[in-house]
């Protein structure tokens, strides 16, 4: 379980803050929208505790994110950002070891799991420098399967991809969502994927953090205000 409480996000000023209690289940897929600059990659990293807050509360579980130790982290929450590993030779089985971290012995059949789950398994042996970017968000999508973390943070997942491999993307987020029980949550300037899949959506607009359900008749006004300059 995923909560926050008066949460501030920035760096040395505060960039956008969520003013209450949120409480983020299992089994859904949630949204973060903004224009450039609003702040919700900054939100992002910072409920994944890469970035510490400005103020307020962060629970996972019944641990504050900032008081766990990376392992204990990587073990609860697992971060993907835009940046592409562009390892030489490196295969993609091996590529998805490596979410399993120091210390969880290598399993070939969990590895062949979550590389189907994500429809790579065809994938395995190619290098991964030689992957398209939509091959690519997927099998990084795999190695967060495979790290079995109870949170998945997802950073622009569709950003530079084609029309299809962006439906394609978000539709295995949501897949992961609902059939591996987590919470998954991906910071994304495409509103139109964010209405069409998301369950929850998170408007960051004028340092604000608003909240609403997918169908919520509010969400379409605040997007529009959101956006209405950009």
């Known amino acids: 379980m995923l909560t926050i409480q008066n949460l501030v996000c920035g760096y040395s000023a505060a960039i956008c803050s969520y003013d209450s209690r949120y409480e983020f289940e299992a089994g859904l897929l949630y949204a973060i929208v903004g224009e450039n600059g609003s702040g919700k990659s900054t939100?992002?990293?910072?409920?994944?505790?890469?970035?510490?807050?400005?103020?307020?509360?962060?629970?996972?579980?019944?641990?504050?994110?900032?008081?766990?130790?990376?392992?204990?982290?990587?073990?609860?929450?697992?971060?993907?950002?835009?940046?592409?590993?562009?390892?030489?030779f490196m295969t993609v089985e091996e590529y998805i070891y490596l979410g399993g971290g120091i210390g969880k012995s290598n399993n070939q059949a969990e590895v062949k799991q979550a590389a189907e789950s994500c429809s790579v398994l065809h994938l395995l042996n190619f290098e991964i420098q030689n992957l398209s970017d939509g091959q690519y968000r997927k099998v990084k999508l795999a190695k967060a399967v495979y790290q079995n973390s109870p949170c998945l943070l997802v950073d622009e997942p569709t950003s530079h991809l084609d029309p299809p491999s962006r439906k394609q993307v978000v539709r295995l987020l949501r897949a992961i969502a609902k059939e591996q029980n987590k919470i998954v949550i991906m910071a994304t300037h495409e509103i139109d994927l964010a209405l069409d899949f998301a369950d929850r959506v998170f408007v960051v607009h004028e340092g604000q953090i608003h909240s609403y359900h997918s169908h919520q008749s509010e969400l379409q006004q605040r997007i529009h205000e959101a956006f209405s300059e950009v």
């Open 43 to 88: 939100f992002l990293r910072t409920l994944a505790g890469l970035i510490p807050k400005i103020q307020g509360e962060i629970n996972i579980g019944n641990s504050e994110i900032e008081s766990l130790k990376p392992r204990s982290r990587a073990q609860q929450v697992c971060y993907c950002s835009t940046t592409r590993s562009r390892i030489p």
